[in-house]
């Protein structure tokens, strides 16, 4: 059985999580259930460029603002493509901080897409009206780009106590913008998804029956339009953990989590089928697991441009997958990904 590493739950000065808790360790609930968790081959390379956005959202796992400055640089850029069509994945998922705001953005976007290769902008909307991003929204519909755009409520006091006073408004803007492009209208193309992550400490609602809320709110109050909702717990992990640690309740909602473990989750857990590299180009299992420097490698953590990437393409295929006390948020409940809930 591949070997797993696990890292245990109080939150440090960065973001990880370190300490103990009666919450046991991931990989011995994997032990106990009789799982090896392993991957399945590369579906999705998710690139994340950077750490830099123009807002601060309260459950932002990457913790990322307007006074970061990581930022993947063209070199890194490049390679990630190179590795990108080495392992041959259907899409590419990109990702920040705001990552249309990046330099290499609409290189990485139309490089993919010349490949015939799915694009994912996980857009957080209000970037729409950013200085120089005008034709942004344009950009993504020519070039087919899947949006899949922050919302955490369809009422403006969950949105705004999440993300800031605001950007509801620009929020609701942007969506109709997008539909007017196309988006999110049927027989266009072009698809709009819609993310919600819950305002506090506790599991999403079911997915079908708050897409149906959504749909109905939207389309009744704006004439909004969009695709699917997905519904993603917050980890336990950056800012939303150091706010559960502010309020008291970061063991509470761990062991909400581990309480609400759900092994039929396990098969759809985008660790599986995905790799995620970072703006410094190390390679990760998820963008979790990033945030938390849960680094791939053998004995020294991979990183693009120190061996050949179809070489690094058939390393990876032998490591096992790295968890930490964080994987409960992925395998609670009806679980989640990057695509929203695992089951029904």
Known sequence: MATHSDTRSRPGKDGTLQGSTAVPPFAERLHREGIELTRHGIE?????????????CVHCHVDAGPKRSETMDRRTAELALEFVRAANPTTVDITGGAPELHPSFRFLVTEARRDGRRVIDRCNLTVLFEPGQEDL?????????????????????????????????TSIAALRRLNALGYGQEGSGLLLH???????AHL??????????????????????????????????????????????FDA????????????????????????????????????????????????????????????????????????????????GAGSSCGGALTT
């Open 137 to 169: 929204a344009e950009f993504l519909a020519a070039n087919g780009v899947e949006v899949i755009a922050s919302l955490p409520c369809y009422l403006p006091e969950n949105v705004e106590k999440q993300r800031g006073r605001g950007v509801y408004d």
């Open 44 to 56: 999705t390379v998710q690139i994340n460029v950077g750490k830099f956005c123009n807002q601060a």
């Open 253 to 332: 909602y761990l062991a909400l989590l581990a309480d609400a473990f759900n092994p039929a989750t396990l098969d759809g857990l985008m660790c599986r089928h995905l790799v995620s590299i970072s703006w410094d180009g190390f390679v990760y299992d998820c963008d979790f697991n990033q945030m938390l420097d849960l680094r791939v490698g053998n004995g020294r953590p991979f990183r693009l441009g120190e061996q050949p990437a179809e070489q690094l393409v058939r390393l990876l295929a032998q490591q096992p997958i790295r968890t930490g006390i964080h994987c409960y948020g992925c395998t609670a």
């Open 204 to 249: 999403p609602p079911p997915q079908a029956r708050l897409e149906a809320d959504y749909k109905r709110e939207l389309a009744t109050r704006f004439g909004i339009r969009f695709n699917r909702l997905y519904t993603i717990t917050n980890m336990p992990i950056a800012r939303f953990a150091h706010m559960l640690h502010r309020e008291g309740k």
């Open 194 to 200: 819609l993310v919600y992550n819950p305002v506090g």
